[in-house]
């Protein structure tokens, strides 16, 4: 108990550490822009059918889970509100971040899992360059970057999802679905679902480049890399959605007093 | 020149190597042999400055380097290169980049001389015409190859081989052998090989470390290790002799 602990706490620690020196080492150096480039446009890629299908299935499902709830109250007219409200602010940015976590997440690990066991980074290190700069950086900024944008299209998705099923599944045309979104989802609760994809980039990004920088013990290692990355990211994930959930309802009351 | 005194390094609780002292003398081919996971590939890193060691000293050129930072130690990785055990190609690259990587970050060259530079390291251990190719289309035994020239391009003047012909055949194995006799006897190269390969160090060393569980148990040149009696040195005596391979052949 004891001992799992301080490994957790050595964890922590030594994830600071790595932001630490992959921030020092972002003042001193530039990385290459044609190497972000080509990083972001590669996780883009990959990832984007993925992110924009799990979006319209979470914008789909709460609107079903909403549809059952406001029928009761004959508010159907504001189910498209509530719906997308739920899903921009709280539901979309950490499922679809549970998703990207799979496949961002995964893949980078391994891949620096790899590099680190086959000793290419210990390689770049000897031919005079700095790991920081030429893999982790690069790869470090394009994954928040293509994150940010694929969270981002990922709640698009889920209004369209929502949409669909508000049509389909409750009845009500897409005039009445639309027509409370302006009035329910306001300009701080855009503002605090994208800050949430914001902070999840992060999140997601400094895991998974720490547990594939800091790979040890072969093929069998990059396997652990790997689950471990999965197991941090989605516990990462989850303590982040409270504590931006918790920022931003302090942030709104605030505003609303104002 | 390369000196080694109360070497230790420890993962942990357990103590990899305990207390290594040795030296190099200039252009000398010093052959390193030990069992797997005696520490063998740690000692390299160590040197290079990959790895720090816990306590003891590392001596380069009259300087010790042990406790030099990560910037300080780059002009000591520029005199001393290291070929790893794994080919460590940078996959993303082809060839001809791989080799380029240490020309373009060690020296500030015109691209036709890195050019001219890359095809002639490439040509020393026979592989031309392969330049544009990925890492992935080549074979094992190439790949390690390509990732001996992109070492050699630097032009280090100490070279350390992190076991430099394992899993290769043998015609390959003749040819890396031969390639670090030569670079030792016309550069003038100091060489540190890590090897499981009686045969080649009897061969090629001036002197032979043997390493077992961090610790050394028996050192000297070819001549005196074969009349060692260390029981790990008999058995690889043995078996550079059951190999069938005669001895001096290179
Ligand atoms: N970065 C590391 N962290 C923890 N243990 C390590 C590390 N590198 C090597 N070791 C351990 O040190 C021992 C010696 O490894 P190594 O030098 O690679 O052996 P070899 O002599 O086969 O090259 C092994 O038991 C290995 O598990
Ligand atoms: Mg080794």
């Not at chain 1, 980074?121 to 293509?146: H, K, M, T, W």
């Not at chain 1, 998705?157 to 929502?162: K, L, Q």
Request: net charge neutral; with cysteine; glycine share 10%.
């Amino acid at each position: 108990m004891i001992a799992g602990f301080r490994a957790i706490v050595d964890d922590v620690g030594g994830g600071l550490l790595f932001l630490g020196q992959m921030f020092s080492t972002a003042l001193h150096y530039r990385p290459k822009s044609h190497v972000v480039f080509d990083q972001i446009w590669k996780v883009t890629l990959n990832s984007l059918s993925t992110t924009a299908l799990a979006g319209f299935f979470v914008g789909a499902i709460m609107t079903v889970q909403f549809t059952l709830q406001v029928k009761e109250f004959g508010a159907l007219g504001y189910l498209g509100g509530l719906a997308t409200s739920g899903t921009i602010r709280e539901v979309g940015p950490l499922l679809i971040a549970f998703m990207l976590s799979g496949k961002v997440g995964a893949f980078t690990s391994a891949e620096l899992g790899t590099m680190r066991v086959t000793e290419q980074i210990d390689a770049v290190r000897c031919l005079g360059a700095n790991p920081f700069q030429e893999i982790i950086l690069p790869r470090y900024i394009a994954i928040i970057l293509s994150s940010f944008f694929l969270l981002a299209v990922g709640l698009f998705m889920s209004i369209a999802g929502g949409l669909l099923l508000g049509v389909v599944f409750s009845g009500i045309t897409a005039e009445e679905y639309l027509r409370h979104i302006p009035t329910i989802v306001t300009l701080p609760s855009i503002v605090s679902g994208l800050f949430k994809c914001l902070v999840f980039a992060l999140v997601l990004a400094s895991i998974c480049t720490y547990k594939g920088f800091t790979t040890t013990g072969g093929a069998k290692g990059v396997g652990r890399a790997v689950v471990a990355t999965a197991v941090a990211t989605m516990v990462g994930l989850v303590i982040a959605d409270f504590v931006t959930t918790l920022i931003a309802e302090a942030i709104l009351s605030m505003a609303m007093q104002a | 020149m390369i000196r080694f005194q109360r070497l230790v390094k420890r993962f942990g609780t357990r103590t990899i190597l305990k207390g290594l002292s040795f030296e190099i003398q200039e252009g000398e081919i010093l052959f390193v042999l030990g069992t797997s996971g005696t520490g063998k590939s740690v000692l390299l890193k160590n040197i290079v400055g990959l790895l720090r060691p816990d306590e003891g000293e590392i001596w380069i050129d009259g300087q010790e380097v042990s406790r030099l930072s990560e910037e300080q130690y780059f002009p000591i990785r520029k005199k001393c290169g290291m070929v790893f055990q794994h080919p460590a190609l940078f996959d993303s690259l082809t060839v001809f980049e791989n080799v380029a990587f240490g020309l373009r970050k060690h020296y500030r060259l015109p691209e036709d001389e890195i050019r001219t530079r890359v095809r002639e390291c490439l040509a020393l251990v026979n592989l031309t015409g392969i330049e544009q190719k990925m890492p992935a289309e080549i074979s094992y035994g190439m790949q390690k190859r390509v990732s001996l020239a992109r070492t050699v391009a630097v032009e280090p003047r100490i070279l350390l081989f992190d076991e430099p012909t394992t899993g290769l055949d043998p015609v390959t194995t003749n040819a890396v052998n031969q390639l670090i006799f030569d670079l030792s006897r016309k550069l003038k190269t100091t060489s540190i090989v890590v090897s499981h390969d009686m045969h080649c160090a009897l061969a090629i060393a001036d002197r032979i470390i043997v390493l077992d569980q961090g610790q050394i148990v028996a050192q000297g040149t070819p001549e005196e290790l074969k009349a060692c009696e260390v029981p790990l040195v008999k058995d690889f005596l043995s078996e550079a002799l059951e190999a069938g391979l005669e001895e001096g052949k290179i």
